[in-house]
């Protein structure tokens, strides 16, 4: 199966950098999609930025756009999240998930990181 180890994270200041890692492993023909999810405490995971596995399209929620960047070494297999101008309330677990279907639905990625504390102080 896909496995997925997430590096990366840790404590930033308002406006500062992290940047999170997503190595993936194991059978990847099947993958379409890789994700950056995010559950803050208290709240409902959510889904912040997207990138096609084989086109390297991407897609970004509105809170992060233009602050985070989501990208892909294929020759290293994995997937990047570098973010930047971080806020106090980007404070979260941060989870890359796969998923072989095009998708926004958290249901339908059926392979997950370990998750990625990341916190930032004002």
């Known amino acids: 199966q896909v496995l997925l180890v997430e590096s990366g994270g840790g404590l930033a200041q308002a406006g500062g950098s992290l940047k999170l890692s997503c190595a993936v492993s194991?059978?990847?023909?099947?993958?379409?999609?890789v994700a950056w999810f995010r559950q803050a405490a208290g709240k409902e995971r959510e889904l912040i930025a997207t990138?096609?596995?084989?086109?390297?399209?991407?897609y970004y929620v509105d809170s992060v756009k233009g602050r985070f960047t989501i990208s892909f070494r294929s020759a290293e297999r994995t997937v990047y999240l570098q973010m930047d101008s971080l806020k106090p309330e980007d404070t979260a677990i941060y989870y890359c998930?796969?998923?072989?279907?095009?998708?926004?639905?958290?249901?339908?990625?059926?392979?997950w990181g370990q998750g990625s504390q990341v916190t930032v102080s004002s």
């Open positions: 998930a796969s998923s072989p279907i095009a998708t926004m639905n958290p249901g339908s990625y059926n392979f």
């Open positions: 194991g059978p990847t023909l099947n993958i379409y999609r």
């Open positions: 990138i096609n596995w084989t086109t390297g399209s991407t």
